[in-house]
């Protein structure tokens, strides 16, 4: 068995390790990490190349359910982080919206 380490770094978070244990002769990929969101951009980037080098026969499967209490946690942390940004102003926003027409047609009556 190898083992690739790589380094991510996710938002918010210090690097974190994801390890990418491959069997030799079974043609399998364990990925490890204590992140889930460092977990899933590896992830997602491996399943990319494998897709592309193996145009058809990839099967992929999952042996465990996902960490659903991690999942929502790493959205939930999203979420806060998306509240702490403010909004633009409505106000402008819906002014930039208004066509000046409508003004120009309304006092020519």
Known sequence: MQCFRYRARVAGEAEIEVMILVSK?????????????????????????????????????????????????????????????PLPQTRPAKLSRQSPLKSVLDSNS
């Open 25 to 85: 002769t079974a043609g399998r990929y364990r990925l490890q990490s204590p992140s889930l969101p460092a977990l899933w951009l590896v992830t997602s980037e491996l399943v990319s190349r494998l897709r592309r080098h193996f145009k058809e026969g990839l099967a992929l499967s999952v042996l465990e359910d996902p960490p659903l209490l991690d999942l929502f946690a790493a959205v939930d942390k999203h979420l806060a982080s998306r509240h702490e940004v």
